[in-house]
Nanobody
């Protein structure tokens, strides 16, 4: 069973940048990031699937980049031009691509494995 652990969250001013990382132990090759703000539901941010296909939420608007490294054992999310509305708990997630729609999971409910989360706070 895959194990995931996030790092890199913190507090940043509006317009700033952060890089989130997730160490993935296991072989679930479809991965992604989602977030949950207080009082709101979970929302998918970005995902990477079979053949390194990627998908981003509309609200990303080119500000975030998802990537994986180290033989697919590290998943990253580079976030730039952060806004106060980006404040949330951020989670990395993984799933076996066989179970993903078109070999690319995206919605939080698509994934079976999650990390514990890392907090991102953007001040205005």
């Amino acid at each position: 069973q895959p194990h995931l652990e996030e790092s890199g969250g913190g507090m940043v001013q509006s317009g700033g940048s952060l890089r989130l990382s997730c160490v993935v132990q296991g072989t679930a090759e479809c991965m992604g990031w989602f977030r949950q703000a207080p009082g709101k539901g979970r929302e998918g941010i970005a995902s990477i699937g079979y053949g390194d296909k990627t998908k981003y939420a509309n609200f990303v608007e080119g500000r975030f980049v998802i990537s994986r490294h180290n033989g697919d054992s590290t998943l990253s999310l580079q976030m730039s031009n952060l806004k106060p509305e980006d404040t949330a708990e951020y989670y990395c997630a993984a799933e076996y691509c066989t179970y993903c729609p078109d070999l690319l999971c995206f919605a939080p409910s698509d994934f079976s494995y999650y990390g514990q989360g890392t907090q991102v706070t953007v001040s205005s």
